[in-house]
């Protein structure tokens, strides 16, 4: 029986390529900083199956891509920081730890195991000075600060490339609400969109994050 020779570099290519298309096969979920906090915007036809949550007192989750997959990361992420809030402080929670266990766990998953992740997420974080910060991590474990606005699912590479252009500065909730709703809109084939809406936003006590109906 001959074995085949497979290249390192064609097994990670292939990974990637699957990783991409079962992302790709998502909704988007676009996430963006406001003059008010942070705004989540999604296109999602569940009205139980979220894709964005409260991940600790100040810091949101957002996912995309495989459901199942990235449930398990925002469960791991809440009891990641209960953990270390009950432990130490609640103020040592912050979202760049979190951002690092998912980019650890991602990256782990796709270097080791033979089917990658098909998901992205996005780690939102208003800090105690109030700076808001957006943090993305790919399915291989890729670790970005963003600017002020990040799409992920569906097509967006695409749909980054329109944000970065026309959102370069902070609006107020509603008027970035409108704009993220035009273009998941732009982006869908169909007529009709389901949004899910969350924002994450300081109003002087421990709860930040709040979903709007």
Same mark, same amino acid.
């Given at each position: 029986?001959?074995?085949?020779?497979?290249?390192?570099?064609?097994?990670?290519?292939?990974?990637?390529?699957?990783?991409?298309?079962?992302?790709?096969?998502?909704?988007?979920?676009?996430?963006? !900083?406001?003059?008010?906090?942070?705004?989540?915007?999604?296109?999602?036809?569940? #009205?139980?199956?979220? %894709?964005?949550?409260?991940?600790?007192?100040?810091?949101?989750?957002?996912?995309?891509? %495989?459901?199942? +997959?990235?449930?398990?990361?925002?469960?791991?992420?809440?009891?990641? /920081?209960?953990?270390? @809030?009950?432990?130490?402080?609640?103020?040592?929670?912050?979202?760049?730890?979190? /951002?690092?266990?998912?980019?650890?766990?991602?990256?782990?998953?796709?270097?080791? +195991?033979? #089917?990658?992740? *098909?998901? *992205?997420?996005?780690? /939102? +974080?208003?800090?105690? $000075?109030?700076?808001?910060?957006?943090?993305?991590?790919?399915?291989? @474990?890729?670790?970005?600060? #963003?600017?002020?606005?990040?799409?992920?699912?569906? #097509?967006?590479?695409?749909? $980054?490339? %329109?944000?970065? %252009?026309?959102?370069?500065?902070?609006?107020?909730?509603?008027?970035?609400?409108?704009?993220?709703? +035009?273009?998941?809109?732009? !982006?869908?084939?169909?007529?009709?969109? $389901?949004?899910?809406?969350?924002?994450?936003?300081?109003?002087?006590? $421990?709860?930040?994050?709040?979903?709007?109906?």
């Amino acid at each position: 029986m001959n074995n085949f020779y497979v290249s390192p570099e064609q097994i990670i290519k292939d990974k990637a390529e699957f990783a991409k298309k079962g992302i790709e096969k998502g909704r988007t979920t676009i996430c963006c !900083e406001t003059k008010d906090g942070i705004l989540f915007v999604a296109d999602n036809p569940s #009205k139980y199956l979220f %894709k964005t949550s409260e991940i600790y007192d100040r810091i949101g989750f957002a996912g995309a891509g %495989k459901y199942s +997959e990235f449930e398990n990361l925002r469960v791991t992420g809440i009891r990641h /920081a209960d953990m270390k @809030g009950y432990s130490y402080s609640r103020n040592d929670v912050i979202g760049r730890d979190i /951002a690092n266990l998912y980019s650890q766990a991602l990256g782990y998953v796709f270097n080791n +195991e033979l #089917k990658p992740y *098909e998901v *992205e997420v996005v780690v /939102a +974080e208003i800090s105690e $000075n109030n700076e808001q910060h957006l943090f993305h991590i790919g399915y291989d @474990g890729t670790l970005t600060d #963003k600017g002020i606005a990040c799409a992920i699912g569906g #097509k967006s590479d695409e749909l $980054n490339e %329109k944000i970065n %252009k026309l959102y370069k500065k902070k609006l107020d909730r509603l008027d970035a609400l409108n704009l993220m709703k +035009e273009f998941l809109s732009n !982006e869908s084939l169909k007529k009709i969109l $389901n949004f899910e809406v969350s924002v994450l936003e300081n109003k002087g006590d $421990n709860r930040y994050f709040q979903r709007i109906s």
